[in-house]
């Protein structure tokens, strides 16, 4: 069974960072490309960043260009997104997802298999 597993959310201040993590479990993430997606209250799903399957290129909403990271270490079968100056309108429940692309993408209809998500606060 195709798993991932979000973690390293929380509560933080703004300005602060946090680096959420995507593990795999049941599968190799070595051929996928991983998207980073986030759903702010009331707010659509909006895509935030991808890495492609062999880490060569990423790619970033403008909102986050130069504030988040994305890397994977496809021997621990986890990708990785730092995420530094954080913005109370970065809050929202972030997921990752794996999808089968020989290109980055952020739009979640190209990517098949989800996490289940981990809270990102960010907050005085």
């Known amino acids: 069974q195709l798993q991932l597993v979000e973690s390293g959310g929380g509560l933080v201040q703004p300005g602060g960072s946090l680096r959420l993590s995507c593990a795999a479990s049941?599968?190799?993430?070595?051929?996928?490309?991983i998207g980073w997606f986030r759903q702010a209250p009331g707010k659509e799903r909006e895509g935030v960043s991808c890495?492609?399957?062999?880490?060569?290129?990423?790619t970033y909403v403008d909102s986050v260009k130069g504030r988040f990271t994305m890397s994977r270490d496809n021997a621990k079968n986890t990708v990785y997104l730092q995420m530094n100056s954080l913005k109370p309108e970065d809050t929202g429940v972030y997921y990752c997802a794996a999808g089968d692309l020989p290109v980055v993408s952020v739009n979640a209809d190209d990517f098949g298999s989800w996490g289940q998500g981990t809270q990102v606060t960010v907050s005085s």
């Open positions: 890495i492609s399957s062999n880490g060569g290129s990423t």
């Open positions: 049941g599968f190799t993430l070595d051929y996928y490309a």
